[in-house]
């Protein structure tokens, strides 16, 4: 059963057109010029409930906007959206108390205040039974390892440290559904894995619905197995994240390691090498025209062993959103 719907969602902004020149800026003040942006433009998908997926795209792709519209932080333009049974930007208490948006780059903790303090404000705001909030404090604060930084002014702490209290906040009340926006922004490996820890065993626990928009292809692959792209307010892709590598590179990566003492030549004959310390080198070579070159190889070079492997995700996305923005994906 679908936990998130959305059905030709939409949102356009009227934003200020900046005229150059001081004599323009002087008739800007009287008489603005606007033009129109549309951030979303007719997206649809579901989510199932339990399930958790990546939803990826380039800065200004409408990852942060679709995530406020399916919170209710604002009105879509056209279009319909289900979470839980709820419209969203009805802003019903039933369906808040439901779900939870964490954004990575904006705090809902009271800067100078201990965090134990805002989790507190949380309680009577979510209206909390006193013995289920304790359990949750004692059970979230040892699973993210921050129990004895609760009474530390949020001020104090690393930016790590402040994630995991942000994720506690957000966690408090049980929410069946959580919207990540960029979770792990800014953090070093350790607190990065450490959040990617957590947040995959909280969702097989629980069984909470998640959305991840993330730029760290670490954590989608970590956490996610199903994807959906975007890119300028379009659904570009649904589906298995094993598939987009697959589907959208035309590449593969031929790994060899040559015998003998003397460097090989006339290898990019080949394909593009990419790596070359021997005796390890490593060629992109075209998806279809692997087993030929392979046979090639093998046939006229000593090797002593050879492996095959797909391009990273991060890479074919990037190549992907680079596409769509030249013209050559349309």
């Given at each position: 059963?679908?936990?998130?719907?959305?059905?030709?969602?939409?949102?356009?902004?009227?934003?200020?057109?900046?005229?150059?020149?001081?004599?323009?800026?002087?008739?800007?003040?009287?008489?603005?010029?606007?033009?129109?942006?549309?951030?979303?433009k007719?997206?649809?998908?579901?989510?199932?409930?339990?399930?958790m997926?990546?939803?990826?795209?380039?800065?200004?792709?409408g990852?942060?906007?679709?995530?406020?519209?399916?919170?209710?932080?604002?009105?879509?333009?056209s279009?319909?959206?289900?979470?839980?049974?709820?419209?969203?930007w009805?802003?019903?208490?039933?369906?808040?108390?439901?779900?939870s948006?964490?954004?990575?780059?904006?705090?809902?903790?009271?800067?100078?205040?201990?965090?134990q303090e805002?989790f507190?404000?949380?309680?009577?705001?979510?209206?909390?039974?006193?013995?289920?909030?304790?359990?949750?404090?004692?059970?979230?604060?040892?699973?993210?390892?921050?129990?004895?930084?609760?009474?530390?002014?949020?001020?104090?702490?690393?930016?790590?440290?402040r994630?995991?209290?942000?994720?506690?906040?957000?966690?408090?009340?049980?929410?069946?559904?959580?919207?990540l926006d960029?979770?792990?922004?800014?953090?070093?490996?350790?607190?990065?894995?450490?959040?990617?820890?957590?947040l995959?065993?909280?969702?097989?626990q629980?069984?909470?619905?998640?959305?991840?928009?993330?730029?760290?292809?670490?954590?989608?692959?970590?956490?996610?197995?199903?994807?959906?792209?975007i890119?300028?307010?379009?659904?570009?892709?649904?589906g298995a994240l094993?598939?987009?590598?697959?589907?959208?590179?035309?590449?593969?990566?031929?790994?060899?390691?040559?015998?003998?003492?003397?460097?090989p030549?006339?290898l990019?004959?080949?394909?593009?090498?990419?790596?070359?310390?021997?005796?390890?080198?490593?060629?992109?070579?075209?998806?279809?025209?692997?087993?030929?070159?392979?046979?090639?190889?093998?046939?006229q070079?000593?090797?002593?062993?050879?492996?095959?492997?797909?391009?990273p995700l991060?890479?074919?996305?990037?190549?992907?959103?680079?596409?769509?923005?030249?013209?050559?994906?349309?």
């Amino acid at each position: 059963m679908p936990a998130i719907e959305a059905e030709n969602l939409t949102k356009t902004y009227q934003v200020y057109r900046k005229q150059e020149g001081v004599w323009a800026s002087v008739v800007g003040l009287f008489r603005r010029e606007y033009k129109t942006v549309e951030a979303v433009k007719s997206v649809s998908f579901q989510i199932d409930e339990g399930e958790m997926v990546a939803f990826l795209g380039p800065n200004g792709a409408g990852k942060t906007t679709t995530l406020k519209l399916l919170s209710g932080l604002i009105y879509p333009t056209s279009g319909t959206a289900q979470v839980l049974g709820h419209v969203p930007w009805q802003r019903e208490n039933a369906f808040r108390r439901r779900f939870s948006l964490v954004m990575g780059q904006k705090n809902q903790l009271w800067w100078d205040l201990p965090a134990q303090e805002s989790f507190q404000l949380h309680k009577e705001i979510y209206r909390i039974p006193p013995d289920d909030f304790d359990r949750r404090i004692d059970e979230l604060t040892s699973l993210l390892e921050v129990k004895k930084l609760v009474g530390q002014p949020v001020r104090e702490l690393s930016l790590g440290e402040r994630m995991r209290m942000e994720l506690i906040a957000a966690l408090l009340h049980s929410p069946e559904v959580l919207l990540l926006d960029e979770p792990t922004i800014g953090l070093d490996v350790v607190s990065q894995r450490r959040v990617q820890d957590f947040l995959k065993f909280y969702q097989e626990q629980q069984k909470i619905t998640v959305i991840l928009t993330s730029h760290y292809m670490k954590d989608v692959e970590a956490l996610c197995s199903r994807a959906i792209i975007i890119n300028e307010g379009e659904i570009k892709h649904d589906g298995a994240l094993e598939d987009i590598v697959e589907q959208f590179s035309r590449h593969k990566i031929i790994q060899l390691q040559f015998g003998g003492s003397t460097p090989p030549t006339g290898l990019d004959r080949y394909g593009n090498v990419i790596e070359s310390v021997f005796p390890r080198v490593k060629m992109e070579v075209e998806r279809k025209r692997i087993p030929e070159v392979l046979t090639a190889l093998l046939s006229q070079y000593s090797i002593e062993d050879v492996g095959v492997q797909e391009r990273p995700l991060e890479d074919v996305i990037a190549e992907m959103f680079e596409s769509v923005k030249t013209g050559e994906g349309e």
